[in-house]
T-cell receptor, first 113, second 113 residues
């Protein structure tokens, strides 16, 4: 079901920027890209979402390519607490007008001291 | 203040038993979900409710019966528990309209022995 492709794992040094890529080449014009993360079996945590423009909040930045076929989540100064599985999700419509989040395998980010 | 709370946090039970998991949110959201995360860590949607109305019903055995007494509560009752039901069950909530992120609970770890 998932329409995104992410590397299974990445490493990052503490204090450096973590850049997590995601491919979503079949994304439709009205579909948003969402990023969530899951820290060691806790509930998934919403990070950021976007449609076309780049977005930034207190947690991260989201860079979406002009053709919208890929995006990058940037954690500007990664800390050990950012070690988690990061999910890139394209929000798909479902029956009755509802939309659902379909989770893929995600990227396991390990931040090293 | 817990935004999405699930009870119990852990549940160990024998095959064949019937059990319930409860979820409550105090965010004023009108849409709630149940997700299942199995041992391989895949997160799969099971059900969603909007204002007490069932919206999404994925391919889930009919031993699983969700109930939403009001828009702030979504419970999951499971009959005749099987070993394969062992998983972590997450509740989530959001607003029906707009592109808001989901807020997840901390999960209920169900172990069937």
């Amino acid at each position: 079901d998932a329409k995104t492709t992410q590397p299974p794992s990445m490493d990052c040094a503490e204090g450096r920027a973590a850049n997590l890529p995601c491919n979503h080449s079949t994304i439709s014009g009205n579909e948003y890209v969402y990023w969530y993360r899951q820290i060691h079996s806790q509930g998934p945590q919403y990070i950021i979402h976007g449609l076309k423009n780049n977005e930034t909040n207190e947690m991260a930045s989201l860079i979406i390519t002009e053709d919208r076929k890929s995006s990058t989540l940037i954690l500007p100064h990664a800390t050990l607490r950012d070690t988690a599985v990061y999910y890139c999700i394209v929000r798909v419509p479902n029956q009755g007008g509802s939309e659902k989040l379909v989770f893929g395998k995600g990227t396991k980010l390990t931040v090293n001291p | 203040d817990t935004a999405v709370s699930q009870t119990p946090k852990y549940l160990v039970t024998q095959m064949g038993n019937d059990k319930s998991i409860k979820c409550e949110q105090n965010l004023g959201h009108d849409t709630m979900y149940w997700y299942k995360q199995d041992s391989k860590k895949f997160l799969k949607i099971m059900f969603s409710y909007n204002n007490k109305e069932l919206i999404i019903n994925e391919t889930v055995p009919n031993r699983f019966s969700p109930k939403s007494p009001d828009k702030a509560h979504l419970n999951l009752h499971i009959n005749s528990l099987e070993l394969g039901d062992s998983a972590v069950y997450f509740c989530a909530s959001t607003f029906w309209t707009g592109n808001y992120g989901y807020t997840f609970g901390s999960g209920t770890r169900l172990t069937v022995v």
